[in-house]
């Protein structure tokens, strides 16, 4: 990702247990890509810092979007996923 100032807006998405968060910066440059597990983001600091929250069971990437997908409940975890280290 550049330099410039990271911007991130919250979106609701039809499941109630996944959110998607747009960035101002690409994600991915080509394709998309679904992580289930921590294993399956081995590497990818970003989307292993989020597995390491609870009930986390999926992020998927696609160009400038990432949505989470959580078996519990959302209130809260929004400012989680955000502030994750990566």
């Given at each position: 990702m550049?330099?410039q100032?990271v911007?991130i807006?919250?979106?609701?998405?039809?499941n109630?247990?996944?959110?998607?968060?747009i960035?101002?910066?690409?994600l991915k440059k080509s394709?998309?890509?679904?992580y289930?597990?921590?294993?399956?983001?081995?590497?990818?600091?970003?989307?292993?810092d989020?597995f390491?929250l609870e009930n986390?069971?999926?992020v998927?990437?696609?160009?400038?979007?990432?949505?989470v997908?959580h078996n519990?409940e959302?209130?809260?975890?929004?400012?989680k996923?955000?502030?994750?280290p990566s």
């Amino acid at each position: 990702m550049s330099t410039q100032e990271v911007m991130i807006r919250a979106q609701r998405t039809p499941n109630p247990h996944a959110m998607k968060f747009i960035i101002n910066q690409p994600l991915k440059k080509s394709g998309k890509v679904t992580y289930r597990s921590h294993d399956e983001a081995a590497g990818v600091a970003m989307v292993e810092d989020i597995f390491n929250l609870e009930n986390i069971v999926q992020v998927f990437l696609f160009q400038n979007t990432m949505t989470v997908t959580h078996n519990g409940e959302w209130d809260g975890m929004n400012s989680k996923v955000l502030s994750s280290p990566s």
